[in-house]
């Protein structure tokens, strides 16, 4: 299972992209299944792992932000768990209970030590600490947790994959589950310098070096940012940015050509899918989701929708697509079926396996997806929560409890606010959101009552770690 980190869904050629080059995953793709319509369960990263991890919603399991992130702007802070909870069963439990080896490779963020990787269910622990990030870049020497610094120079994804690769050609008899969460493409955004002069080529030759890259928008809503706007970038031509990708695609290149001559491809599933859109508006703005809106820390569709492929040989047939809507919390079951395990419905009690869609089935007995993100995000948007329900997706924003329709089948950019003309619709929709909220007790940010004064400067503006009080986490 191939998880990356701030993967948007239009950066792989399969998926759109014409400035990025990811012909092994394009490869990929063809030989399994596009799930287009696939969402990660929140629009930053914490809170997807979570939920892959568990099974279960972020606001179901209790992490509903990246840890331990929790600015406030107009409405204060929710608070929330910095660690998985005990008391959950996660994947790599599941998988170890029924035989498989578990390793995990790259980035955990789940947590401090004692709640790592080898702490939850997993024989192997590479590069998984407490870190969202590289703290010391991607050339070597790291720094990094339980992961030995490299000659000078080595590059990060290169490393992780040679790791994983010893992994899989050391193997042994026993089944294996591979959790490779890679550090790429998140910030800091670098690369080999070979790639990123290719690229420097590649977009002047395209004359994209010649366009206007970003659009400078408005002010940002969470009071650390007050001072600063948001930068939307308005096309792809980031030529580091295209070097990781390039890079990270030759890498996984590298695992799904290890697996062919372990002789194993054939009875391997492998999944690749992101933990949240790709960052677009802030932080160096390093890519563009469109045709989607906005990117990672929004509601919009740039924030949750992710490329996501899997490939099955004899189970999922080549060059196949589903629009079905999927999401995070399904790998869990789908694992475990695809391993021929028995399911475990109180613990992924939000996902549904994805089997039957891998099969060539047309649907899920789902009603409805849902996410829950009552935080301000370091991209620019205000807390808020979501459903989609067939082609059709309902935003509430918690600031001013104003709520947004929109048809993804005809509207897949969300121009077109429907919410005045489909008032029927708008409230079916909102019951049903507000009782899956309701549920599982998923917290709602309260008025800030120092917000005046935090703008003005007169009082300080909290942006700390949020515990949820009488917990022990």
């Known amino acids: 299972m191939f998880l990356i980190d701030d993967l948007g ?17 394009d490869r990929l793709a063809a030989q399994g299944m596009r799930f287009t319509d696939a969402y990660a369960s929140c629009p930053v ?26 600015a406030w702007g107009k409405l204060m802070g929710v608070p929330y768990f910095h660690e998985l909870p005990r008391g959950e069963t996660t994947i790599a439990d599941a998988m170890r209970s029924g035989g498989y080896q578990t390793w995990h490779v790259g980035k955990w963020h789940l947590g ?64 294996f589950f591979l959790h490779f969460a890679h550090y790429a493409v998140h910030t800091p955004i670098q690369a080999p310098a070979e790639l990123v002069e290719k690229y420097k080529q590649k977009a002047a030759a395209l004359g994209l070096d010649q366009q206007e890259e970003f659009e400078e928008g408005e002010f940002f809503s969470c009071l650390h940012k007050k001072d600063q706007r948001i930068k939307r ?40 899918t992101s933990d949240n859109g790709g960052l677009s508006t802030a932080e160096g703005s390093p890519t563009c989701n469109a045709p989607l809106l906005e990117g990672k820390g929004w509601m919009y569709e740039g924030g949750n929708r992710v490329c996501q492929i899997m490939r099955w040989p004899g189970v999922i047939r080549a060059g196949s697509t589903t629009g079905v809507p999927v999401t995070s919390t399904d790998f869990f079951p789908t694992c475990l079926e695809a391993a021929g395990l028995a399911l475990m419905p109180q613990q992924h009690e939000d996902g549904v396996s994805l089997v039957p869609l891998m099969r060539g089935g047309d649907r899920l007995e789902r009603e409805a997806i849902f996410w829950h993100y009552p935080h301000y995000s ?17 935003i509430e924003h918690f600031e001013d409890g104003r709520l947004e329709l929109f048809n993804l089948r005809e509207d897949l950019g969300e121009m077109r606010d429907l919410a005045g003309a489909e008032p029927h619709r708008v409230e079916r929709m909102y019951r049903q959101l507000d009782d899956w909220r309701q549920s599982i007790e998923a917290r709602i940010p309260d008025v800030n009552p120092d917000y005046d004064a935090m703008l003005a400067g007169e009082l300080p503006c909290p942006n700390g770690a949020g515990i949820i009080p009488g917990s022990d986490h």
């Open 9 to 25: 869904w239009a950066d792989l050629g399969c998926f759109g992209s014409s400035f990025y080059e990811t012909p092994n995953l």
């Open 45 to 70: 990263c914490s809170p997807t792992r979570a939920s892959i991890m568990t099974g279960k919603y972020p606001a179901n399991v209790g992490i509903t932000n990246y840890i331990p992130g929790n």
């Open 112 to 175: 401090p030590e004692g709640n790592w990787p080898d702490d939850r269910g997993f024989d192997v622990n590479i590069a998984g600490g407490h870190w969202g990030m590289p703290q010391k870049g991607f050339f070597s020497p790291y720094h990094m947790h339980r992961l030995e610094d490299g000659p000078e120079g080595e590059y990060l994804t290169d490393r992780l994959t040679s790791e994983a690769l010893s992994l899989i050609r050391g193997r042994g008899d026993l089944p």
């Open 233 to 272: 970038r308005l096309l792809q031509s980031n030529p580091t940015y295209a070097a990781m990708i390039e890079n990270l695609d030759s890498n996984i290149g590298r695992v799904l050509a290890a697996l062919e001559e372990e002789g194993i491809a054939d009875n391997t599933l492998v999944i690749f």
């Open 378 to 394: 370091n991209q620019g948007d205000t807390p808020a929560c979501a459903v989609r329900a067939g082609d059709w997706k309902l």
